[in-house]
């Protein structure tokens, strides 16, 4: 439980957590080398740790459910927030490489858990590489989603391959979604959007969502609106771009 008497971090009124004590860098090089714990394997991830109340002990966690949204980069988990409410059921984790960012979302969420017993169980974060670390977390066609909102532009052509969406990571993000999942992608620059969405068009384990299919996706509606880039831009006024793709299987 959070202890927010006297603790300057903590709005008194809400129990959360106030951002500008957790201000960081917009991003940070996902090349360099970070010191965090990584499990060996997805078998070694303890959900006890993330899921407490559905997972009250480390030797249990092969016999329950697994998580199947990851939010790539999730920032201060406004898009997590929102989806941990629209699929209660579901388990999900974001991943954040900037420490403070990962240690505002855990009270976040901490503190939305007391203010509403029995919510917002479902929703985790935890601070790692994702573009490394990615096979050490799920298995083979463990997650069902996983969302790349507003990601590091690196627009210099040398910075390119620290960009989250490439065709290289493209076959690792294939192997642990399922048949089917469906990965999110939105931006507000306009040639990172063309990027990502020539990345996916020339893989041959997706396909786009047809116009019906976006429409009819109540996730779609978040992607602009849920996290605080997004209603940055939406703020000043500025255009974004969406791409979404699922994931198939390659025609023999």
């Given at each position: 439980m959070?202890?927010?008497k006297g603790n300057p971090t903590i709005n008194k009124s809400t129990g959360?957590?106030?951002k500008r004590f957790y201000r960081a860098r917009a991003h940070s090089n996902p090349l360099s080398d970070s010191h965090f714990p990584v499990p060996l394997s997805p078998?070694?991830?303890?959900?006890s740790q993330h899921y407490p109340q559905l997972f009250p002990a480390a030797d249990q966690?092969?016999?329950?459910?697994?998580?199947?949204?990851a939010d790539i980069g999730c920032g201060f988990?406004?898009?997590l927030i929102s989806l941990s409410t629209l699929f209660p059921e579901t388990l999900m984790i974001g991943m954040e490489l900037r420490d403070k960012v990962t240690e505002y979302v855990k009270e976040r969420i901490l503190g939305l858990r007391v203010a509403n017993p029995g919510r917002y169980q479902n929703v985790s974060v935890v601070r790692t590489n994702s573009m490394k670390y990615i096979p050490n977390y799920f298995e083979k066609g463990q997650l069902s989603k996983m969302f790349f909102l507003f990601p590091d532009p690196h627009f210099k052509e040398k910075n390119h391959r620290r960009r989250v969406i490439s065709p290289q990571l493209l076959?690792?993000?294939?192997?642990?979604l399922q048949v089917g999942g469906i990965i999110y992608t939105i931006t507000d620059v306009e040639e990172l959007g063309e990027w990502m969405k020539s990345c996916l068009q020339n893989h041959l384990m997706f396909e786009p969502l047809s116009q019906k299919e976006l429409e009819a996706d109540p996730v779609v509606k978040l992607l602009s609106t849920a996290t605080e880039e997004g209603q940055k831009v939406a703020r000043n006024g500025g255009q974004t771009f969406q791409v979404v793709y699922r994931r198939i299987t390659p025609a023999s």
């Open positions: 959070l202890q927010n959360l957590p106030r078998s070694h991830v303890d959900y966690t092969g016999t329950y459910k697994k998580i199947q949204f988990g406004g898009l076959d690792e993000y294939a192997y642990v």
